[in-house]
């Protein structure tokens, strides 16, 4: 499969002009992956369904339009295959958020951003793993068993969008939908040596991506380069009036935005490093090629400064209130009533609707899930409210403010995007709070609202990735899609290429 090989090692948007100007159909692109997912697959486990049948046929129906000329209007990604995050409802596809309690279930309407992806001719390959309901680091919470990381499948591919991630760095996608609430693209990207992009809150539609905290999770794109985020940006992202966080704007110019950074001038830019983020709990690894990336940013003429945001801090504290409240609030709809999991009391316990739910959510969310939601409905009882969840969200305020205030001196802000480079397996799951620390640098976006991107700067002493964060203004996602763009072109320079080249990829060759 020396051909195909090669295919599938094209970014994206080479795909689609091979596509466009017909010298590889969308079948042809669809079944290279599909056979590098057959190949990988029983050493990542990146995929909870493959939808290959389907795929082919949405493959087959864009290419008889391409040979009509029927093409006018879609975009430039038209015919390019994706896989999608299982917290992401898809019509006739199973969707699982992970979690046994909705094993099996098949949703009777797509999200938004599916209808989306269908409508501009995109094959879906399949639904990938995650942290059962989007609430983990590392993808080890998985109902359904560990993905492992491309570079080194005894360790994690982070979370909770890690078989995302995988998916798109082990050649088995080239691009992916990712979901974000505290990190959960951003840092699989870091992990895995791809990009990853969380837009502004409200400038995708949330509508029909399963909630987990509804005032923090967006959905947005993986993909292994930044204009190939930026392509899927475009198509994603806009106005739906089934989301009422829906933004009404059209989506940010950020494909322009990327190919303009191509060109690696960066004068006029300025860019902020974020005093609060870094130092002691940073890899030595990880600070050393964020510091190298920063002088490039210069090299091609930025100008950067220091940046305080002084209550981030505090920023970490607030999320673990606020996210699990949310969570509390938005699982109590599984109760085994009308979808999904249900479990019937034992012979001998009062067949009650109360003691039906009970042994369901028992039987059904794993044990971080009910972590979370039992600190979330402490966090929201009687007693308890404006204690801990209405101060969480006078933080949340004043985070949002130094957001603002930072945005008055600079273009856009940066940092690393995680304190280490990926972990072992097994390495956190018994000290929850050493896991949730690792989420330090991500989480303040969230909890501001604004746009941020994960993208490879180099790797760390033990040769893993690492990742470079950049943050922009609310509804201004442009400005860091091209300083993104100029470091990328800038690094590959230096590389001889994409990161990803530097990866065993033993699958490709079976």
């Known amino acids: 499969m020396s051909n195909a090989t090669e295919l599938v090692k094209l970014s994206a948007a080479h795909m689609?002009?091979?596509?466009?100007?017909?010298?590889?159909?969308?079948?042809?692109?669809?079944?290279?992956?599909?056979?590098?997912?057959?190949?990988?697959?029983?050493?990542?486990?990146?995929?909870?369904?493959?939808?290959?049948?389907?795929?082919?046929?949405?493959?087959?129906?864009?290419?008889?339009?391409?040979?009509?000329?029927?093409?006018?209007?879609?975009?430039?990604?038209?015919?390019?295959?994706?896989?999608?995050?299982?917290?992401?409802?898809?019509?006739?596809?199973?969707?699982?958020?992970?979690?046994?309690?909705?094993?099996?279930?098949?949703?009777?309407?797509?999200?938004?951003?599916?209808?989306?992806?269908?409508?501009?001719?995109?094959?879906?390959?399949?639904?990938?793993?995650?942290?059962?309901?989007?609430?983990?680091?590392?993808?080890?919470?998985?109902?359904?068993?560990?993905?492992?990381?491309?570079?080194?499948?005894?360790?994690?591919?982070?979370?909770?969008g890690g078989g995302s991630a995988s998916a798109v760095g082990s050649y088995e996608a080239p691009l992916a939908l990712g979901t974000d609430t505290g990190g959960s693209i951003r840092q699989p990207g870091a992990f895995t040596g791809t990009v990853g992009v969380k837009p502004t809150y409200g400038g995708v539609s949330r509508y029909g991506a399963i909630a987990m905290a509804s005032s923090l999770d967006q959905i947005g794109p993986c993909g292994r380069t930044v204009l190939d985020t930026a392509l899927l940006h475009e198509v994603i992202g806009g106005n739906d009036r089934r989301d009422s966080t829906s933004i009404p704007a059209p989506v940010p110019p950020v494909a322009a935005a990327a190919r303009e950074g191509l060109k690696r001038d960066l004068k006029g830019v300025r860019v902020g490093l974020i005093k609060e983020i870094g130092g002691d709990g940073f890899e030595s690894g990880v600070a050393a090629r964020f510091n190298e990336a920063v002088k490039l940013l210069e090299s091609m003429g930025a100008e950067v400064k220091e940046v305080s945001l002084p209550h981030l801090p505090y920023s970490l504290g607030a999320y673990y209130i606020i996210m699990p409240s949310e969570v509390s609030s938005n699982l109590a709809r599984y109760d085994g009533m009308r979808y999904g999991l249900r479990v019937m009391p034992p012979e001998g316990v009062p067949q009650t609707s109360a003691n039906m739910m009970a042994y369901t959510r028992e039987a059904g969310f794993g044990d971080e899930v009910k972590r979370r939601i039992i600190l979330g409905t402490y966090a929201l009882s009687a007693g308890y409210y404006d204690a801990w969840y209405g101060s969480a969200q006078k933080v949340r305020t004043l985070v949002i403010e130094d957001f603002n205030k930072a945005f008055e001196q600079v273009d856009v802000l940066v940092s690393p995007t995680a304190p280490s480079t990926a972990f072992h397996f097994g390495e956190k799951t018994s000290d929850p709070l050493s896991m949730y620390l690792g989420d330090v640098a991500t989480i303040p976006a969230n909890m501001a609202g604004v746009p941020a991107m994960s993208i490879p700067c180099g790797l760390s002493d033990n040769?893993?990735?690492?990742?470079?964060?950049?943050?922009?203004?609310?509804?201004?996602?442009?400005?860091m899609y091209k300083p993104a763009a100029a470091l990328e072109a800038a690094l590959e320079e230096q590389w001889g290429g994409n990161i990803l080249t530097k990866m065993a990829t033993p699958w490709l060759n079976a």
Do not use: C
Request: aromatic residues 6%; glycine residues 8%; negative net charge.
């Open 16 to 160: 689609a002009e091979k596509i466009r100007s017909k010298e590889v159909s969308s079948r042809e692109l669809t079944q290279a992956h599909l056979d590098v997912i057959e190949a990988a697959e029983p050493t990542i486990n990146a995929f909870l369904h493959v939808s290959g049948e389907e795929a082919l046929a949405q493959a087959d129906a864009f290419d008889k339009k391409l040979a009509a000329g029927d093409t006018e209007g879609l975009p430039e990604l038209a015919g390019v295959p994706i896989a999608i995050k299982d917290m992401i409802v898809t019509k006739g596809i199973p969707t699982t958020a992970a979690s046994k309690i909705l094993e099996g279930w098949v949703p009777p309407y797509d999200a938004t951003v599916i209808e989306k992806i269908k409508a501009a001719g995109m094959p879906i390959l399949g639904k990938t793993n995650l942290d059962e309901f989007a609430q983990g680091s590392s993808t080890e919470h998985s109902a359904f068993g560990n993905t492992h990381n491309p570079w080194d499948t005894t360790r994690v591919p982070g979370g909770s």
């Open 463 to 479: 040769g893993m990735p690492v990742g470079f964060q950049f943050f922009a203004p609310q509804r201004h996602d442009e400005a």
